[in-house]
């Protein structure tokens, strides 16, 4: 997740998110380190078609699941195990530059959102969570989970989990699709026909003056 900076408030729990390490370790795997104690409070896994989120460490009890997130276009239903329920969140990406998606969900007949991925807030209400992404690695970023939010920590920790993998997911399917694109030929006027990008470096290479207006 990315986001603008907040002054974080004394009285949080904080759970640092760190790349797993080490011999034989899963880089894509996920150690949430509960920053009182210096315990691990949640471990998230991934496998070649799901991805789990356990309590505790790796032997923990499984929370929650969901799907691999390739081609799922931003969507992804969790299923939380321990309350035998679904919580379907979807992806909305950016679409002006320099700015930030935001990810949505119902829960418990109420709204959710991962608002500009870094505040989590119920809909209408302040925020009850933050997440600030970390500069380097393996230490990925940390969430802060306000007082109002603490009734809440699995459910902020899970979603955050997800909704960072799925943006990440959907910026890779992007930045493939870019990649992969083949202008086709279009007809300009009565010229013949020639590819959308070559006729724009044409234009760009011979500078602003023959870019017509």
Known sequence: MEGEQHEIPSDVTTIDIFHETGS??????RLCIEVAGDKIAYYCEFTSKQVLIHRGDKEG????????FEGKDGIADIQLTELGTTVSIRHKHHTIPLT?????FTFDRKNYNWRRHYEFVEEGGPALALFHRARGSP???SIYI???GEKMKDLVVI???IDQEISAAVKKNKVSFCLNFTPVPVLI????PMKIW???QERRAKGPKHIAT
Do not use: E, Q
């Open 24 to 29: 034989g370790a899963n880089p894509l795997n």
């Open 61 to 68: 009890p499984v929370i929650a699941t969901t799907p691999s």
């Open 100 to 104: 930030h998606g935001s990810t949505f």
């Open 139 to 141: 230490h990925i970023g």
């Open 146 to 148: 306000l007082p109002d």
């Open 159 to 161: 979603t955050a989990l």
């Open 189 to 192: 006027g009565n010229r013949k």
């Open 198 to 200: 070559a006729r724009i």
